[in-house]
């Protein structure tokens, strides 16, 4: 099972906003290639949580903050199927006759607490400045074709 692709399309969406002017649903789902529709249902739930602006009836979305204030664990939170829910869950019910069963919960949950708060940590760290920065450099470095 993978993290949502809506992470990623989250982060592309806001390095389009924060690099182009006047990006369009159309224009920002022909970038990630993929239905303009996914686009507004994404840029909905980062408008929801404060990561962008959108005005009706005027082209284009803004960044809500700076670029430097915003970080991956902002989109991750704002674009997650369940806000707040652990990446990892544990399958419920398991055959308490069984000694794996009767044990697996709470041998492997400590574990996946300590893989998602190490995820969080790392995702905290890095903003979308850092990313946009990244883009251009490889923008700027790459021949065009």
């Known amino acids: 099972m993978a993290i949502s692709t809506r992470f990623s399309v989250g982060i592309h969406i806001l390095s389009l906003i924060a690099t182009e002017e006047k990006m369009t649903s159309d224009l920002i789902a022909g970038s990630v290639n993929t239905n303009p529709v996914v686009i507004r249902k994404i840029m909905s739930m980062l408008k929801k949580a404060s990561l962008i602006e959108v005005r009706p009836g005027v082209a284009g979305a803004r960044l809500a903050r700076p670029l430097s204030s915003i970080t991956l664990l902002d989109v991750y939170h704002a674009v997650a199927v369940v806000p707040d829910k652990e990446l990892f869950s544990v399958h419920a019910a398991p055959n308490p006759d069984c000694p794996v069963g009767r044990n697996i919960q ?3 949950t400590p574990i996946f607490e300590l893989a998602q708060s190490a995820l969080e940590k790392v ?18 470095s790459s021949p065009k074709g």
């Open 123 to 140: 995702l905290a760290h890095v903003t979308l400045d850092d990313i946009v920065n990244e883009i251009e450099q490889k923008e700027a």
């Open 106 to 108: 709470s041998t492997v």
